[in-house]
Nanobody, 127 residues
């Protein structure tokens, strides 16, 4: 599967953004999906994950209240809604896909579990 992320940009603290990641090439509903981010000089970190069914989600504890992950299988797209953005949210955000035969309500939180990655979209939050 190929992934294309979009929706990043330069925003002010407190603003919201919705990132999108559109997939092509394989059956989208076979994949659990996730978002990760990498800030300058830091390691990549988990942000959010959603199961194949879309019924189970998981968020980074530090950001839980400000995130919403969702998927639209008809549009083969996964979304990440970011609210109340802070300067420390500045990072490149990556979407990832994991083809899974597990329970449809299973999600993945670790980057090495994922099979495919998008190119990333830059989010810059000014204070």
């Amino acid at each position: 599967v190929q992934l294309q992320a979009s929706g990043g940009g330069l925003v002010q603290a407190g603003d919201s953004l919705r990132l999108s990641c559109t997939a092509s090439g394989r059956t989208f509903s076979d994949y659990a999906l996730g978002w990760f981010r990498q800030a300058p000089g830091k390691e990549r970190e988990f942000v959010a994950a959603i199961s194949r069914s879309g019924l189970a989600t998981h968020y980074a504890t530090s950001m839980r209240e400000r995130l919403t992950i969702s998927r639209d299988d008809a549009k083969t797209t996964v979304y990440l809604q970011l609210d109340g953005l802070k300067p420390e949210d500045t990072a490149v955000y990556f979407c990832a896909a994991k083809r899974s035969s597990y329970n449809a309500n299973y999600y993945f939180r670790v980057d090495y579990q994922y099979d495919a990655w998008g190119q990333g979209t830059l989010v810059t939050v000014s204070s």
